[in-house]
């Protein structure tokens, strides 16, 4: 297959990639989300400042997607948007964030030692990737983060390449700072940058000492010197250098869970193909919830529409908010619905597979990297299983905090998207050279993207036909 043809596909990818985001936004209702994260906008907009971090549930959170979107809402007001359609504008904007993350994450994959083949699936996945297209239809500031932390990536190696130029430094070091106040989750960016330059401050690459000593300033002292700053701010205000409405004992204490607690070190995926959503017993194992709600919406937010057995749904969702017994063994979910998740969890171990072989080849051939003439490639590839790492260590920090099952969620995984990329490069590169191997993934990641774009078809259809629906929402937001 020649470039025209992988760059056709990955165009094909991509269009496909916005059209289903775009559709599920359009469907989806305002006000079902994860969290009421209108409110601090709403209040931004009111008091033109920044509310206290104890104003509201959500108000604790870094400011800037609150702040930006209440720019946007303000100047919508002023050219005449009704409140409804200002609700819709937020939505929207979030889901600007996340396609332009699926479009960074392919500019980074193009700057790294990948075949054609292994980055045209890589990037397939982040596409198709159910979980990042949920978060795409949301208003929340988690699709802002991730879009950051992957930009924050792209010029951190786009630095690299042009020998720490000044111009890019001061880019890049405005957009980690910016980063940094999206969300906690997005601090994984401090040890990323610190270790990417750590082995060019004792010049082992052509770039010159001082060079990386700017590097070092501009790139991760300053944003850590305005970070820190904040943090003050926080102790003297509030006590705490991250105020969290995880404090709330009510919150921690009324969600259900699985007697004995987290569990850090088991992985059953047959449990995400069984009972595709979280039920009593099968909450405990943190990295199987993580991997069944990558591909399948297993803390429901959009299962209510695909078999409106409202009854069955009302109770269940008032036992995840420990306002009730959960509603009996079987979930109230059509066939079609158990099969798309069976389908989903099951074929979307291959990825996982082969990102774990990544992680075994990067491993593997790092010494070989680092003694190539320039190291270049070596240094580019250092980051991402920091990245990586760092994200998988803070949700096991939030995990052991709090917990409870929210604290789990797949969508805390999305600032790894570039990183599961990368290593899903690496492990594709290591077996594509066998043609039966290489013939059989690809028909594989076929089926999984068509599953997925289905799945999320499906969604948009049952919204659609499900006006009213959309309606109800806006009466519970506030």
Not at 105 to 114: D, G, T
Not at 146 to 152: E, P, T
Not at 161 to 171: N, S
Request: glycine letters at 8%; a positive charge.
């Amino acid at each position: 297959m020649g470039k025209l043809n992988y760059r056709s596909l990955a165009v094909l990818a991509f269009i496909s990639a916005v059209l289903l985001r775009v559709l599920l936004c359009w469907a989806n209702p305002p006000g079902n989300a994860f969290d009421n994260h209108f409110k601090p906008i709403f209040l931004i907009m009111d008091l033109g400042a920044v509310p206290a971090k104890d104003a509201c549930w959500q108000c604790y959170q870094p400011p800037v997607f609150y702040w930006m979107s209440a720019v946007a809402g303000d100047i919508a007001v002023s050219l005449g948007m009704g409140f409804p359609q200002l609700l819709k504008l937020f939505q929207f904007i979030s889901c600007f964030y996340g396609i332009l993350t699926v479009g960074v994450v392919y500019l980074i994959l193009r700057k790294l030692p990948l075949s054609d083949f292994a980055r045209l699936i890589s990037f397939g996945v982040v596409c198709f990737l159910p979980r990042h297209i949920y978060m795409s239809a949301m208003n929340s500031n988690d699709t802002m983060s991730y879009l950051f932390v992957a930009l924050s990536i792209y010029l951190l190696l786009t630095a690299i390449e042009r020998g720490f130029d000044r111009p890019i430094l001061v880019i890049t070091g405005i957009i980690v700072s910016i980063t940094l106040f999206t969300k906690y989750t997005t601090y994984v960016m401090l040890p990323v940058i610190l270790v990417t330059l750590i082995p060019l401050s004792y010049g082992q690459t052509a770039i010159p000492r001082r060079r990386v000593l700017t590097a070092v300033a501009l790139v991760f002292l300053v944003p850590l010197a305005i970070l820190g700053v904040y943090f003050a701010d926080n102790v003297r205000k509030y006590g705490d250098m991250l105020p969290s409405n995880v404090k709330d004992e009510h919150y921690v204490k009324v969600q259900p869970r699985d007697s004995g607690g987290l569990d850090f070190f088991s992985f059953k995926p047959w449990e995400s193909i069984t009972a595709p959503v979280l039920v009593p017993g099968k909450m405990h194992s943190v990295w199987t919830l993580v991997y069944g709600g990558m591909w399948f919406d297993n803390e429901p937010k959009f299962l209510y529409y695909l078999d409106l057995n409202s009854d069955w749904w009302t109770h269940y969702a008032a036992w995840l908010k420990g306002e009730g017994k959960f509603p009996g063994e079987n979930p109230a979910m059509s066939k079609l619905a158990r099969l798309t998740g069976a389908g989903l969890a099951g074929l979307g171990l291959l990825p996982l597979l082969l990102g774990l072989t990544g992680v075994v080849v990067f491993f593997r051939k790092s010494r070989e990297r680092w003694g190539a003439a320039d190291g270049m490639d070596a240094v580019k590839m250092n980051m991402f299983p920091v990245l990586l790492s760092g994200n998988a260590a803070s949700i096991m920090a939030l995990a052991l905090k709090s917990h409870i099952y929210g604290s789990v969620k797949a969508s805390y995984f999305l600032n790894s998207l570039p990183a599961f990329a990368v290593f899903l490069g690496l492990g594709l590169m290591a077996c594509e050279e066998n043609r039966k191997f290489r013939i059989s993934v690809s028909i594989v990641f076929a089926i999984l993207f068509a599953l997925a774009g289905l799945h999320i078809l499906h969604i948009f259809s049952c919204l659609s036909a499900n006006p009213e629906l959309r309606r109800s929402f806006l009466s519970v937001i506030f």
